[in-house]
Nanobody
Framework: QVQLVESGGGLVQAGGSLRLSCAASTGTIRTYAMGWFRQAPGKEREFVTAINWPAGSTLYADSVKGRFTISKDNAKSTVYLQMNSLKPEDTAVYYC????WGRGNSNPNTYDYWGQGTQVTVSS
């Protein structure tokens, strides 16, 4: 059983940066693939990025490619999402998720555990 806790959300101006963290409060994510998803008001949850295990290969949505970076610190059992050049359309609740099979793909149904989400608001 893994419990995930996100942090680092907040209000930022367009063009700014934020770093989200997702820590395992119980268990370890060392052998898990990790993903970030987001959900804006009135919209479906959408894939942002993922990192698989054990290769550590990453996958990004086209909308964030070149601006966002996912990284994973197994020693701290934490995954990060560095978000640069933020745009108002990045405004959403961001969720991290863990996939015990290590796949790290864009399908939310392949993730076993989810955090509670953290709000990111980008003002224009």
């Amino acid at each position: 059983q893994v419990q995930l806790v996100e942090s680092g959300g907040g209000l930022v101006q367009a063009g700014g940066s934020l770093r989200l963290s997702c820590a395992a409060s119980t268990g370890t994510i060392r052998t898990y693939a990790m993903g970030w998803f987001r959900q804006a008001p009135g919209k479906e949850r959408e894939f942002v990025t993922a990192i698989n295990w054990p290769a550590g290969s990453t996958l990004y949505a086209d909308s964030v490619k070149g601006r966002f970076t996912i990284s994973k610190d197994n020693a701290k059992s934490t995954v990060y999402l560095q978000m640069n050049s933020l745009k108002p359309e990045d405004t959403a609740v961001y969720y991290c998720a863990a996939d015990s099979w290590g796949r790290g793909n864009s399908n939310p149904n392949t993730y076993d555990y989810w955090g509670q989400g953290t709000q990111v608001t980008v003002s224009s």
